[in-house]
């Protein structure tokens, strides 16, 4: 098995991480509320931003497998956090699909599997995931 991501410490509560198939990198930075400057993605934003990106990719994938023309479509996402513990508690993903006439069987087909992506999957079921389709 080999490394996905390569990160660096770079101080003051800073990370630089290399995806190391593609070279690209992304740095973190902790939220101001967290002792942090806020100048970057946190890490709990990425975690937000890794399951609206896996819900797009999923329904992206079945819309191709059923030629259902989702390009364009836009993620709002919003992460919520609890005080005690600190951690994400909630995870909203509102989806703005462009303004074309779905057929309704094409729109439950691509709502349904926006549960079954690998991250949404994956988060712990006390992180609520809320989604929200705007067709």
Same mark, same amino acid.
């Given at each position: 098995?080999?490394?996905? #991501?390569? =990160?660096?410490?770079?101080?003051?509560?800073?990370?630089? &991480?290399?995806?190391?198939?593609?070279? +690209?990198?992304? @740095? *973190?930075?902790?939220?101001?509320?967290?002792?942090?400057?806020?100048?970057?993605?946190?890490?709990?934003?990425?975690?937000?931003?890794?399951?609206?990106?896996? #819900?797009? =990719?999923?329904?992206?994938?079945?819309?191709?497998?059923? &030629?259902?023309?989702?390009?364009?479509? +836009?993620?709002? @996402? *919003?992460?919520?956090?609890?005080?005690?513990?600190?951690?994400?508690?909630?995870?909203?993903?509102?989806?703005?699909?462009?303004?074309?006439?779905?057929?309704?069987?094409?729109?439950?087909?691509?709502?349904?599997?926006?549960?079954?992506?690998?991250?949404?999957?994956?988060?712990?079921?006390?992180?609520?995931?809320?989604?929200?389709?705007?067709?």
């Amino acid at each position: 098995m080999s490394v996905t #991501v390569k =990160t660096k410490y770079l101080g003051e509560l800073r990370t630089e &991480n290399q995806h190391l198939q593609s070279g +690209e990198v992304i @740095i *973190t930075d902790a939220p101001v509320d967290n002792r942090g400057k806020g100048e970057a993605f946190s890490p709990t934003d990425l975690l937000a931003t890794a399951l609206g990106d896996c #819900v797009m =990719t999923i329904m992206g994938i079945k819309a191709m497998d059923n &030629n259902i023309d989702i390009k364009g479509t +836009e993620l709002n @996402i *919003t992460k919520i956090m609890n005080d005690s513990p600190r951690r994400v508690k909630e995870i909203i993903v509102e989806v703005n699909f462009p303004k074309k006439a779905y057929a309704d069987k094409d729109k439950l087909l691509i709502e349904r599997v926006a549960s079954s992506c690998p991250v949404a999957l994956s988060l712990h079921p006390d992180v609520k995931q809320s989604f929200i389709f705007n067709w």
